[in-house]
């Protein structure tokens, strides 16, 4: 199968939308000359080192169009309120009005921050996703959501708002830092252990190509990643059921970030971590063999995700997930794995069990 | 008619929602208990002032859930993204989670800061809207906008998001200062130039009930400007089309009311004497008689409203209707009456047309 074509994949939302992978930067200006009549003004929202990067390449295409380029500093601490506040004023600034689209160019920073903003805008304008990082690229910047932090909780704040497009280049995943890689193989590996079985093999087959960034074998992956999450929040784009699924190993991995107040650990090892803890818990209750929970293990090390973690304190750790914005009337809200490929929600672990499934991550 | 009964309208939107004209306060708890069967915890948001004389007869209703009380200092610099950050801050103190419920009980500062708010907040838990001004019970409350402001705009980020009702009870509008009665009449008669010509004379032949607060003259009038909205709404719940017309006057009092600092001038008298000044132009345009712009004039002076302001430039006015969210591409998009009961909306008006309207309403 050739990966090399553009795919348009439409998910089923309220208002439906399509996905197009494999598609190229240049190309957006011909699709939005195609697809939309009004659009005048273009704010492209980016990190600096993404622009300089491609910023270029996106703007050959859209030469017809005023546009006014808006960098915002990298680092999740700018998903906030106060840049929002910024982008405001500058949007204002560049004579924004409601027939102008925002561009989230961009790792899932940029689509979150950038995303909430055209939600917001005026009470919402037209807004295309182009995801620039792995992790944006198999999962953020697909079903709709968009937020800001606050500091009393992350993604605390935000929308479901779906975008015009979402319109994937995998090129520019060649300049992605390994560390940012992980953080997107930590999640497509999830999507795989929810609801793909045959993807978690290719996982597990292909880790020398994918280690060595191979530009075939990434399309694939980045494809048959996107897919999961393309099916999952076509069948729930509110999340009132199934779309939580893909919060496995979130809870547990929120927990790490916040007891080490995101220092020295990333995302994507904070998941990696939470996945394994959600597979012991999984075993516990009898939802996975020992063998799988071992195939999980030994895939995730494979890529150099974190299965354990030093110098945590288990209870803490516990009353880290009582805040997670999950849960409801005070019921902790797990996902576990059932087997490899196949995942559920559940209320039904008490503390003493989740505790026991933190041990076995600790040490 | 009686009109002291509970009313129930359905307004038409993507997701439909019931306005309750006529309710007591007292009922709203065994509404909640009667509809929603998974509601434990609601934050009432409110002023000071609207909690002293009536967060006790809500709650009365309420006693089967945990309720926090919101108290939001009064004024519309309230309406701001760093109070949004502080009631973040504080629902999530309170253990505000996904099945919270919202309730803004207060005038339209309190509507639309806790219902945008509700709107964001975890992406969105339930709102209900309990109106106790005049301007916020036959305009803001119904229609699903909500916003804050920033120092670049009025209202400029927000969201239309429908609440699950509106609860509407005549009774809190007897506390009202007259000041922000008039707020409200501005509205109110705006609603029927632009669409009820009957509602027109109504407020023509009432004057004397009307300003005594008579009981069931207010409820009438509460009622009747309230169906203009809900018409018009349901109609056009994104303002696409027919909702525009609601505009009608704020062009003009939002560029009054910027070139004064919003110090010194009501909005309702802004918009009182911006519907003057669109009628001028109505006239100059051939849409209204000399007669229909005169019955205007002494309709809205009857009730002490403005129409005529003194000391400003109408070039500087002219330049900050510049700014208003609702041109598209440069063009000034305006709202003018068509005699009386009907209105339209127009990009035909050169700038020399409108400065000439500002001219008859100077002194
Ligand atoms: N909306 C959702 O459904 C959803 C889902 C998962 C995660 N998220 C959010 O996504 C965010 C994390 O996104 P992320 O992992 O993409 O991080 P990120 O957006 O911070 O990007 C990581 C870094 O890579 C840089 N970068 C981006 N593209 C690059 C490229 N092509 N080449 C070189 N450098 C590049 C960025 O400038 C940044 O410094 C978090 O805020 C998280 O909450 C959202
Ligand atoms: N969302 C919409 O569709 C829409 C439409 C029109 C106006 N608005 C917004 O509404 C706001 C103005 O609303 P407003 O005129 O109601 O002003 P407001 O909310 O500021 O209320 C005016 C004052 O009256 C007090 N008050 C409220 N109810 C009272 C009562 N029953 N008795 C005594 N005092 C009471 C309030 O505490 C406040 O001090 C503006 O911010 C405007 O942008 C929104």
């Keep these: ?29 011909e699709y939005l000359r195609h697809q939309f009549d009004d659009i005048e003004h273009i704010l492209i929202v980016s990190h600096q080192v993404v622009a300089d990067l491609y910023a270029q390449r996106l703007m050959k295409g859209l030469q017809d169009y005023r546009i006014n380029l808006l960098i915002v500093p990298a ?14 004023a500058e949007a204002l600034g560049h004579g924004t009005d409601r027939k102008s689209l925002v561009i989230a160019l961009g ?13 917001i805008f005026m009470r919402g304008i037209r807004l295309i996703q182009v995801p620039t990082t792995l992790l944006a690229q198999v999962d953020s910047s697909i079903g709709g959501k968009v937020a800001v932090n606050h500091s009393a909780g992350k993604n605390i704040l935000g929308a479901f708002y779906p975008p015009q497009a979402v319109w994937t ?33 290719f996982f ?26 393309i099916r999952i929040v076509s069948q729930d784009e509110r999340e009132q059921g199934i779309r939580a699924l893909l919060n496995l190993g979130h809870s547990f991995g929120h927990a790490i ?17 939470g996945i394994v803890a959600a597979a012991h818990l999984a075993f516990a209750k009898g ?23 030093k110098g945590l304190d288990s209870q803490n750790l516990l009353h880290k997930m009582q805040a997670d914005k999950k849960n409801q009337g005070g019921r902790k809200i797990l996902i576990l794995p059932q087997g490899i490929g196949q995942a559920l929600v559940t209320k039904e672990c008490s503390d003493s069990e989740i505790l026991a499934a933190w041990k076995q991550v600790l040490f």
Tied chains: 1, 2.
């Design 169 to 201: 280049d995998f090129s520019t995943l060649e300049s992605l830092p390994w560390e940012e890689v992980e953080n997107g193989l930590a999640e497509s590996i999830k999507h795989a252990l929810i609801a793909d079985g045959d993807l978690f093999q």
């Design 107 to 119: 790792g899932g920073v940029i689509g979150d921050l950038a995303g909430f903003f055209a939600s």
């Design 204 to 229: 597990e087959n292909e880790q020398k190509p994918i280690k060595h960034r191979d530009c075939l074998i990434w399309s694939e992956m980045v494809t048959r990643s996107s897919l999961v999450k």
């Design 75 to 88: 680092g999740e601490e700018e998903k906030s309120l106060d840049r929002l506040s910024r982008l405001t």
């Design 257 to 273: 970030e916040t007891e080490m107040d995101y220092r020295g650990i990333t995302h994507g090892q904070g998941v990696s971590v």
């Design 1 to 29: 199968m050739s990966l090399a074509m553009q795919q348009k994949i439409e998910i089923a939302a309220d208002k439906p939308y399509p996905v197009y992978l494999g598609s190229s930067l240049e190309g957006l200006g």
């Design 287 to 309: 939802l996975m063999t020992s063998a799988e929970v071992d195939r999980v293990i030994a895939l995730l090390n494979s890529y150099g995700l974190l299965t354990k973690i």
